[in-house]
């Protein structure tokens, strides 16, 4: 069954909720002309507020971490947008020779062996991409949601990150219904494996399919205490952690 006949579905205050992340994403392109970045993971959460950008042709430019250990049915979204909406997508990946020594010395499946080393996995693919991604920005775009884990229960709209940018979340109160019905609505393109069960998706050695009743964010780094179940992106003292 597909992830729209499983989780599209209108509920109460939904045009006022789009109507408010619209308002919130036109905030972000007037307060910060040419300096606000939407950073994508490429999930369908981002694939709504991408739809918004481009169908409002807002001034906020597109960009995703390519960790080289994305599924392939991620990557594919990245011609997929360009091509439905005319728009370049920035694509950030791992300095080659960092990935390189890592792998050398920790291996392969480095990530599954510590904490430690799962967080220095990350902190090379994508931390270090991301400070690229946000070096001449001062303000940038997620997906976060309050509903998509207890630690990101007070998710506000805009929130300063720890080196003082502004970050925008447009579907703060947006519940996983909501996102489904807008996608529903607009056919916005989204990934193939959202339809098997993945409703969390990042690189392909941390990430796999959940079962019915299962948290929504159980899927990602499943070997690891709830805790420590941040990449660090959206951590505070994020770019420092790793
Ligand atoms: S999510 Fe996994 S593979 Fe991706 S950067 Fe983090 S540890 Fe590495």
Known sequence: MSAIALYARETAGFDERVANALAVLRQAAEAHPGRVVQATSLGAEDMVITDLIARHRLPIAIGTLQTGQLHAETVALIPAIESRYGVGVEVYEPVNEAVVTFVRKNGERAMYDSIELRKNCCGI?????????????????????????????????????????????PLANWSWADVWQYIQLHDVPYNALHDQFFPSIGCAPCTRAIAVGEDFRSGRWWWEAEGAKECGLHVHGAEDQA
Not at 141 to 167: I, P, Y
């Open 125 to 169: 693919r994508k931390l270090e991409p991301l400070s690229r991604m946000l070096k001449e920005r001062d303000a940038w775009v997620t997906g976060m949601r309050r509903e998509q884990s207890n630690d990101r229960g007070t998710v506000a709209f805009s929130e300063l990150d720890d080196k003082g940018r502004t970050k925008f979340n």
